[in-house]
């Protein structure tokens, strides 16, 4: 498409999660790795299926599925953020986690706290539904005027009815000032923003299930324009309450059995998760200038509509491929080379249909029929997540990419036929295998998602580098060391990990804890304990559990042990006081291989995806020696066994089972473990070779491929057979001699293997069996180590002759002698070519070498054979013979790494510790840890008072605004004497006026329901009301003493400070007015922090012991200018006697220690007096008018004729009209109507001062 624009490359560098089963990144990447399903029945947080669930799809108001997705509960520290903890209730969790998420995206790319950038241009875009949770019990809330019009009309009293409805509205969260923030969707990237201090962009989208990815396209093109310079992006959903099941329940989306099956025969609909998907995206070449990690880069965004179809929610086939072939045309790749496809997979059996039609459609004329297309769907993991269903399926294939791993989707092991998939471009991977690389291109895999309203998205990602980059830990597996100089220091260290961990347990901690440990570890130690931790539950508190029971475990044994030197049960190594000895690797031969063999231990450390990498580049065939060991997943049994079939052929199993061999060494001296001598069975010899450094990594594949192929080549002639027997090798000889079987191996005294012709091996077995020793027939596919391969020696010794073959000091044991090797060249490429046809003696070789000192043995290498027959030879002396692959493939990989290393340990050898895992971040203590869960936070206070709940109908007009209104928390109501004069009268009035105007300013202050940006306006008027009731108060007062002492205020010059006046606490009583403010003697300062802590921490939610005098209102406790009056509101009516803090001096007031400081009078001497606050020239000349219209009889009137004045001039009736209204917000007045509005009262009050045009 000549017209295409130039592609600008978009790169992934940091990931941030919430995720059913996984909070956190390396949660989520352990569930996708190792498989879990995180599909669980309804948690209690969420709702009842006792109250909603019925099996009758048609019941109405009920729900017939009750399983789903459920993020599992975060620790929250709403001080981190700066967030009250009072507000959560008022705050929907998809904001609070999304939060939490963005903060660990922005702290996994690195730009949290240890690199700065340009937070101007940084931006949020995510995708949420426009409903969120909160709305839903904030809405029904406002349902009791039907709930009392239903009581009254089935004649339930008065006094029980408003009972009822109380006891019902306690049941919702109440309204408050942060309600309606705390509910928008479009706040969510609007808090991460304000939080975290951006800039940028800040939106939200919503294009239903296809939102998150809707999102990332925007954010591609922000970048892609050089709007923005990093955006975060992703999707948000905590939305699965009995709400969003009831929508999903009435559209038959849901599964009946409670599972979600993508592509699968059993698949028969969705059950829905929660989740929050975060992604930190920056243009590539401004990535890679900067240095960052780079998960995946995002080549190319389709995106469609379906356009006109028979209903809203259906799939069509033509709307996705437009989005698919626009993807693949925006990135300009081929769909041929792309290997995985996340699909939106929800387990609809229609949606998977449509959307499998058109994949297969834009994928069937490109890819080849020899390597298909995995495909899948995280969502049999964790549901269908909705608005973070996108998200969900970028990271994971952002993971796959980076770590080379295809990933497994879950429930799918029969296909549903329908789909015919054994015919298309594609197969279901349905395990984790390791992704090895194409010399035609790099790794490339395709994302879907698709929302109601026909919203088609598909992203194209592309790997960024083609080596493995990082080990990709998973947490799945912690290693626990300890050492000391005595036992019981020993013993004592495990007591105090203990007590450490059964304290404050949590995965997190246990990690630290753990690492720790292995930091503190020394091998030189005459005391040595170590202990595996395997994590095989998902839940929190059932690992908990079990590593208690480890532990209790570990004492126990050690105990009961004490007198030993070495022993280890399960998952528990000690070591004491020994002489250590050498240390041997042993390499098995061809037999020991089978499919996926040191898969975990591939898919996870690069060094041995890099062995297996080389082990591809150097073996030529049609397809990669790695797909005959990790094939695509077999569709049958059949299959399967031609999939075994193939890989025991001598071709491919040698220099396969060299390769594996190869990285499991690599693994090794990753944590310093090197031999002292090597040795192999049979094959083996060539790896023992490499492994004692007498060769390199090419040699070693290259002659593997050799030896292999000319086995293979000169078997073709005869069918041979080898066949293991559990005998003495004494016994063995008349069978040889009956049948003409050759004894090829010696393994130990008991154990020996026959080869021969295949009928001749099937002679011998008979003969076994009737003389009641044990045999099998080995997987092998000739009679090694007979004539039978005798063509073959030649043609491997001519390709050793060119190998590049070095003694060195570390000797490698002959199968053939028993002995070390020879250092001479030529008799070097002798033995190692005639071995192939000679007897493997491996119990004098194990003899031999234990005669020169090995002590410890470790087979290396696919199963655990060799380790066995070493114990049987060795029977009755000292020594360790262990295995890295211990469960020969049964058991997770790094389960047996780590009990090998903790093997090796336990004996008194180094193991470099510091390479196990990712070094953990320590716990930083948390003022406050309230968990969160994707259901809303409510405080679980009993008996909670919601305020003023609902009036009941005797109190009418609703909508009328009274200007009298009675405060919740009344002012200081000291009594004071007024001076004795003939103006009594009058200053008894003004003090009632007084009086009636801060109880109204306050009410004000207190009452706001209104937005945050409406009580700052409000709060302005309420500073000029109270400017205009002292002033006319004064005037009142005339030259009375008293009057000398009234605080006066000063409006800005300009146009009032909105923000300034919602910040000040205009507080004041009448002691203040007749007497000036003393600071507070010191003694009393303890109970003004006192007080003031308490104070703060009853209207935020704060325990008193999390709050600090040095923090800061706002950016740590998240105290805005509306509790900051409430704050002050109930410290005056503790404290009465307390100073006035003036409005211009409260803004500098940042800390609580500076209110204390001020209050207690300590901050530069006394607290500032109220008298000595600059007059505003402007005020003075109204205050001089006011007295005189005051003297006129003016005063009483001036209310009532204003309002009238605003009626008639607006059209509002009388009685909507309060003073506290906003004149611009509230009534709509500008500039031009007031100017009206105050000509006209001069025409009605003729007396009335002029206001000045800079004051108005």
Known sequence: NKSRKENIPVAIIGIGCLFPGSAGLKEFW??????????????????????????????????????????????????????????????DSSQLLALIAAKSALEDSGYFNNKSFNRDRTGAILGATGTQELSIPLGSRLGHPKWRKALYDSGISQEKAEEIIEKISGSFVPWQENSFPGLLGNVIAGRICNRLDLGGTNCVVDAACASSLSAVHLAVMELATGRTDMVITGGVDALNDIFMHMCFSKTRILSPTGDIRPFSKDADGTVLGEGIGILVLKRLADAEKDGDKIYAVIKGIGTSSDGKAQSIYAPRKEGQIKALKLAYDDADIDPSTVELIEAHG????????????????????????????????????????????????????????????????LKADIPDPSLKISESPFYLNRTRRPWFSRKEHPRRCGVSSFGFGGSNFHAVLEEYRESKQATAWDGSVEIIAFSAATHSGLVKSVSDFKSVIE?????????????????????????????????????????????????????????????????????????????????????????????????????????????????????????????????????????????????????FAQPAI???????????????????????????????????????????????????????????????????????????????????VVLANINSPDQAVLSGPAESIKKAQIICSERGFPCRILPVSAAFHTDHVKDAVK???????????????????????????????????????????????????IKSMFDSGIRTFIEIGPRSVLAGLIKTILKGLKFNAFSMDSSSGKNFGLTDLARLLCHIASTGRHVDFSKWEQPPVKIEKRLMSIPLSGANFMSREENKKTGGLYPQKEYPQ?????????????????????????????????????????????????????????????????????????????????GSPLSEKIRTFSLDKDKPNVSGLAEQNILINPQNISK?????????????????????????????????????????????????????SSLEEKMPGLPSIPPETIGSLKTLGKIIAYLSGVTSGNSPDIREIPKNPANEDIRHESKHDAKKGFGDNIRNILIETVSHLTGYPVETLGLEMDLEADLGIDSIKRVEIFSSLEEKMPGLPSIPPETI
């Open 795 to 845: 043609p491997f010794k001519k390709a050793l002759s060119g190998a590049g073959i070095s003694p060195t000091e570390i000797p490698v044991y002959s199968n053939t002698t028993g002995k070390p090797y020879p250092k001479d060249q030529k008799a070097i490429r002798k033995l190692l070519g005639e071995q192939l046809i000679n007897r493997v003696n491996f119990e004098n070789e």
């Open 958 to 1038: 609703y909508n009328k605004v009274k200007s009298e209104i009675k405060a919740e928390n009344p002012m200081s109501t000291y009594k004071i004497s007024a001076p004795t004069s003939d103006r009594s009268g009058l200053l008894e009035q003004a003090f009632k006026i007084v009086e009636q105007g801060l109880k109204t300013m306050q009410s004000l202050q207190l009452k706001t329901a209104e937005t945050h940006m409406k009580f700052l306006e409000t709060q302005a008027e309420a500073g000029r009301t109270l400017q205009k009731l002292i002033d006319n108060t004064r005037n009142y007062l005339g």
């Open 30 to 91: 352990r569930l996708l790795f190792q498989g879990k399903d995180a599909i669980t029945d309804v948690p209690g947080t969420h709702w009842s299926p006792e109250d909603y669930f019925d099996d009758d799809p048609a019941r109405p108001d009920h729900v017939y599925c009750k399983r789903g997705g459920f993020i599992p509960p975060v620790l929250f520290d709403p001080s981190e953020f700066g967030i009250p903890p009072a507000s959560m209730e008022a705050t």
């Open 346 to 409: 929800t387990g609809t059996r229609v949606g998977d249909q449509v959307e499998f039609q058109a994949l297969t459609e834009v994928f069937e004329n490109t890819c080849r029929k020899i390597r298909k297309c995995a495909i899948g769907s995280v969502k049999s993991m964790i549901g269908h997540t909705k608005a973070a269903a996108g998200s969900a399926g970028l990271i994971k294939a952002a993971l796959s990419v980076y770590h080379k791993i295809f990933l497994p989707t």
């Open 503 to 651: 304290k404050d347990f949590s995965i997190e901690r246990l990690a630290f804890a753990a690492s720790e440990t292995r930091r503190g570890f020394s091998a030189e130690d005459p005391h040595r304990i170590l202990l595996v931790a395997e994590r095989e539950n998902q839940k929190e508190d059932a690992f908990s559990g079990k590593i208690k029971e480890l532990l209790d475990k570990c004492l126990e044994m050690m105990e009961k042990n004490r007198e030993k030197f070495l022993w280890n049960s399960n998952n528990i190594f000690y070591g004491g006081p020994a002489e250590k000895g050498k240390i041997a690797f042993v390499f098995p031969g061809q037999g020991s291989q089978y499919l996926d063999m040191g898969r975990d231990i591939v898919c996870i450390f690069p060094e041995a995806f890099e062995a297996m990498e080389n082990a591809n580049r150097i073996f030529s065939g049609g397809i990669l020696l790695t797909d005959y060991i990790y094939p695509v997943p077999a569709e049958n049994d059949d299959a399967k066994k031609f999939q075994e079939e193939r890989l025991r052929n001598t071709e």
């Open 1076 to 1128: 000036k403010n003393d600071p507070v003697p010191p003694d009393k300062e303890n109970e003004i922090k006192n007080a003031l802590l308490s104070t703060v921490s009853e209207l935020t939610g704060y325990p008193v012991e999390t709050l600090g005098l040095e923090m800061d209102l706002e950016a740590d406790l998240g105290i805005d200018s509306i509790k900051r009056v409430e704050i002050f």
């Open 658 to 740: 060299g390769a594996v061999s190869m990285a499991m060494l690599e693994v090794l001296g990753k944590f310093g473990i090197q031999p002292d001598a090597a040795c192999g069975h049979s094959f083996g010899e060539l790896t023992a070779l490499y492994a004692a450094g007498w060769m390199d990594s090419k040699t070693l594949i290259r002659l593997s491929v050799s030896r292999g192929r000319h086995m293979a080549l000169s078997s073709l002639a005869g069918d041979g057979a080898m066949m293991a027997v559990n005998a003495p090798v004494s016994e063995l000889q008349s069978i040889t001699d009956a049948t003409g």
